[in-house]
Each structure stands twice: as C-alpha cells, then as structure tokens.
Nanobody, 123 residues
Framework: QVQLVESGGGSVQAGVSLRLSCTAS????????MAWFRQAPGKEREGVAS????????YYSHSVKGRFTISQDSAENSIYLQMNSLKPEDTAMYYC????????????????WGQGTQVTVSS
C-alpha cells in the first residue's frame, strides 16, 4: 500500500501562485508515475499534470500547460505542483495519485489516491 498526503491548498485571488505538495509513504518501490488531478463541484475528475518518477518526464493537460509545473524530490518521496497565474476556473479539490504505470493522466491507471487539498481562486 501507498499512502499519499497532500498540502498547500488555500483561498487566493486570481493571478497569484500556489504550490501544492504530496508526500508518499509505504510501498513506493513499484510507483513509476505520479500525478495531480482535480475535481470541481459537478464536474468529472480531470488529470492536470503527471510525472514519470524514474526519469522525470512530465505531461500536462491543455488547460494548465504553461502555467502549472509538476516536479519531484525523490529523496523525500514527494511531488509538487507549482501553480502560477491562477484563474477562477482552477478552483477545485486537488488530488495526488500514484501509479505502477508511467506517464498518464487517466485516472484508471492510478492505484493510490490522497485525500485532496482544496484550491479556491476568486476573481
């Protein structure tokens, strides 16, 4: 089992930045991919950024590319999501997820999920 704990969410004004963190613990040896997903009220869960932890390759959804950056600290078993130029439409619960697969934004590829951290962006 892998446990994931997110932190860093909050309520901010449009245009500012936030940095989310996710730390993994437990049986992390088989984890090859980690990602950030988000879900707004009444909407489906959306994958926004993924990282292939073995080599650091990244992949982003069109909605956040150029504004969000996913990164990792392998020594800390952690990933981060730097979110710049936040928009009201970025408001959602953000979830960290871990996978035995590599780079993916498909929720079906992810075996482990955190509890989520809320990000609220006001105009």
């Amino acid at each position: 089992q892998v446990q994931l704990v997110e932190s860093g969410g909050g309520s901010v004004q449009a245009g500012v930045s936030l940095r989310l963190s996710c730390t993994a613990s437990g049986s992390t040896d088989n984890v090859k991919g980690m990602a950030w997903f988000r879900q707004a009220p009444g909407k489906e869960r959306e994958g926004v950024a993924s990282i292939y932890t073995r080599i650091g390759s990244t992949y982003y959804s069109h909605s956040v590319k150029g504004r969000f950056t996913i990164s990792q600290d392998s020594a800390e078993n952690s990933i981060y999501l730097q979110m710049n130029s936040l928009k009201p439409e970025d408001t959602a619960m953000y979830y960290c997820a871990a996978s035995r697969y590599g780079l993916s934004l498909s929720s079906g590829h992810f075996d482990y999920w955190g509890q989520g951290t809320q990000v609220t962006v006001s105009s």
